[in-house]
């Protein structure tokens, strides 16, 4: 089968991961176990994620010239992404700190999106033949919100289905959900998006009822360890998790699960088949370290049932 291009419009930082016995308190010092600096950035990872899933991936973000932007390039040449529309500047490419609770594999991460939020809706037209011959189009929040609905209604208009992955969480604009045809949030980001707690599937059903109601077509609300709640006019359904072996690091699953979503809607699988396969995606990912080290290939993924 030919592969089908899933363009990421997103995020690179480098990821300077802190491994530790608890995450500290404030004001407290603990001393680590172990630091690694790695390529991140939730539009990379998802990149990544898709590529190694599958898909024919391209790109579309803005880098530093820099060590950190180098790392970027340099993935994206070994993951085989199409990087057309990554753009330079000369401000630093962007960095996140994450803490890693080696314990219970939890984590907390502060992101400075660095060169990456300087990406401007001119840059993205640039890129408007390539998102018109793209199965899906896919954005996150580690942009500026204005870029993120400019390359949704974009792809929207051209006639490309849209993901929007609203992590990390942050307020959206009413105009925005028109151009999303699906929404991929956790339970934080869906409370947060909703004003309603999402702790349990039924919580997530009143939760994506209230994104349909703002003119989103499809709602995937991942819940962990609980799978995900999908959502949509003929779709009602819970996806439960897939345990893949022992938990390691949770830190890239969402990006895990949204490029493995992507690539399995690009290829024409339906909504619950789908997200099966990005819980498949994700559910390995969750048991290595690191966040696009991670990301499983495709024959990973197919030797676990879907």
């Not at 999402?198 to 994506?208: F, L």
């Amino acid at each position: 089968m030919e592969k089908k291009w899933v363009t990421v419009m997103g995020s690179f930082v480098a990821d300077l991961a802190f491994r530790t016995g608890r995450i500290p308190a404030w004001g407290e010092t603990l001393m680590g176990r172990s630091f690694k600096l790695g390529p991140g950035g939730k539009g990379s990872n998802q990149a990544v994620a898709a590529a190694r899933a599958g898909g024919r991936v391209s790109f579309i973000s803005k880098l530093g010239q820099d060590a950190f932007g180098d790392m970027a390039r340099n993935l994206y040449k070994i993951e085989g992404i199409d990087t057309r529309f990554l753009f330079t500047t000369t401000s630093a490419t962007g960095a996140a700190a994450i803490i890693i609770d080696a314990e219970k594999g939890e984590n907390a991460i502060i992101v400075v999106p660095g060169a990456c939020f300087e990406l401007t809706a001119a840059e993205i037209d640039q890129a408007r033949a390539l998102i018109a011959g793209s199965s899906v189009f896919v954005a996150q929040l580690e942009l500026s919100l204005a870029v993120v609905e400019h390359g949704l209604r974009l792809a929207h208009a051209l006639g490309v289905p849209t993901i929007l992955n609203p992590a990390p969480a942050a307020p959206l604009t009413e105009s925005i959900y028109q151009y999303i045809d699906y929404i991929t949030p956790n339970e934080t980001e869906a409370a947060a998006l909703t004003g309603m707690p999402v702790a349990n599937v039924a919580d997530a059903e009143k939760a994506a009822d209230a994104f349909i109601a703002r003119g989103v077509q499809n709602v995937l609300i991942t819940l962990g360890a609980q799978g995900v709640f999908v959502k949509n006019a003929r779709v009602n359904a819970h996806v439960p998790a897939v345990n893949a072996g022992r938990v390691v690091e949770t830190t890239g699953a969402g990006d895990a699960f949204n490029g493995g979503f992507a690539v399995a809607l690009s290829e024409g699988m339906d909504l619950v088949e789908a997200a099966h396969f990005g819980c498949v995606t994700a559910g390995i990912s969750i048991t290595r370290p690191g966040t696009a080290p991670s990301m499983p290939a495709r024959a990973e993924i197919d030797a676990l049932p879907l």
